[in-house]
């Protein structure tokens, strides 16, 4: 069977296996990126979940010494939550970004490209392929968009003229010599609206990001939060999408056809005060499977306190009063104190008080007297 036939067949295989969008690229190093990559290092801009190995993500044969082709795919996902849950004093809610709505992502295209693996290794016996999703050595964004399936937009994302950036990536690299998509023209012209509405100016520049202040990275780190972007943060306990959300692109667009990834509103949604208290089991039944998981509750309560704390949310003083005084972990304890500050009252101001007569831990001591000062002062 020629290659041409071999694409074709996989193209046909991609529309019944359900994938939105398939693209065919070379297995060439990625050398322009790689010298992207090693300017980012040195700028201090990487979020650290990358690949180390910058050879490893931009090397394509140091994943499969035989490499030929990269097949890059990419699915759509909803934007829109039916009948969303009102979020109201006393009964205030958090958000999930969109990207981890539903099943995790990385659940269904590994399924998807397993799917493919198959048909390539029915059309070619023989034949050797890996796939990845996310977690593996190459960029994501560069495979696809030198397959086509998209352009690289200044907000980082892949956007796609039919779906815009609302999309999930993935690649199967194989040593099968395939015909080569044409890479998609910059279409982002003179727009600057995502770098206009990033709240922390973590878009350095068109394309460029530093992961240390993006919000959507900083949402999925376990350490103390930093002061100066806790009132940016709004609702969101895990993601950040105001730079997708502005784009052009991807006003009005919402597809609903992957029903994996259709939105729990209770889920996507959640009560704020309620996730205070679970446990790891509960966060493991009701989170378990979707992507925002990933890390673990603490991400997630420190946020949603944080959230609470913004709010002003007096009902919720017990509850950041019991994490001050009892919760093991020095960052749940420094972000409740944090927000005790900005809710402020009789309650919170001798509840702060108290702890910090009783505290070791230094950063919840910086922290205790920083809310003591803002609980004071009423800002």
């Known amino acids: 069977m020629t290659p041409e036939r071999v694409k074709e067949e996989l193209i046909r295989e991609a529309k019944r296996l359900g994938i939105d969008k398939i693209g065919f690229a070379s297995a060439d190093p990625f050398l322009e990126l790689k010298e992207r990559l090693i300017r980012h ?9 990358e690949e180390p190995d910058i050879d490893k993500r931009t090397h394509p044969e140091k994943c ?7 097949i890059a795919i990419a699915l759509a996902y909803p934007t829109k939550i039916p009948d969303p849950p009102a979020s109201e004093p006393g009964a205030y809610r958090g958000v999930f970004c969109r990207a981890s ?44 968009e030198r397959a086509g399936i998209g352009w690289s937009g200044k907000n980082t994302s892949i956007i796609t003229e039919e779906f815009g950036s609302w999309v999930y990536l993935g690649e199967m690299i194989t040593d099968v ?16 609206a995502c770098l206009d509405a990033c709240p922390t100016g973590a878009l350095v520049s068109p394309g460029r990001l530093n992961s240390q202040a993006c919000l959507a990275y900083l949402t999925q780190t376990k350490g103390f939060l930093p002061v100066e972007y806790r009132d940016r943060l709004g609702p969101y306990l895990y993601g950040f999408e105001t730079c997708q959300a502005v784009c052009p692109y991807n006003r009005k667009v919402n597809f609903t ?83 005790l500050g900005r809710i402020g009252g009789d309650e919170a101001g001798e509840a702060l008080r108290n702890a910090l007569a009783e505290e070791t831990d230094d950063q919840v001591l910086w922290e205790l007297k920083n809310a003591l000062k803002e609980e004071k002062t009423g800002s």
């Open 64 to 70: 499969l010494p035989e490499a030929k082709t990269i």
């Open 257 to 339: 056809h992957h029903n994996e990834f259709l939105p729990d509103p209770e889920q996507v949604k959640p009560l704020l005060k309620p996730l205070l208290s679970m446990s790891n089991r509960e966060f493991r039944e009701r989170f378990g499977k979707m992507a925002g998981s990933w890390r673990g509750k603490k991400p997630i309560q420190r946020n949603a306190i944080i959230a609470l704390g913004r709010y002003r949310d007096r009902t919720a003083v017990p509850d950041l009063i019991r994490l001050l005084k009892t919760d093991p972990r020095p960052v749940i304890r420094g972000t409740a104190a944090w927000a």
């Open 177 to 192: 010599d395939l015909p080569p998509d044409t890479p998609v023209t910059e279409g982002c012209g003179d727009c600057t």
């Open 41 to 49: 290092r040195e700028a201090g801009y990487e979020s650290g979940f």
């Open 101 to 144: 709505w539903g099943e995790d992502y990385h659940r269904v295209l590994k399924r998807k490209l397993e799917g493919l693996k198959e048909r390539l290794l029915e059309l070619v016996p023989g034949a050797t392929a890996e796939e990845m999703v996310d977690t593996g050595a190459l960029s994501d964004r560069a495979v696809a």
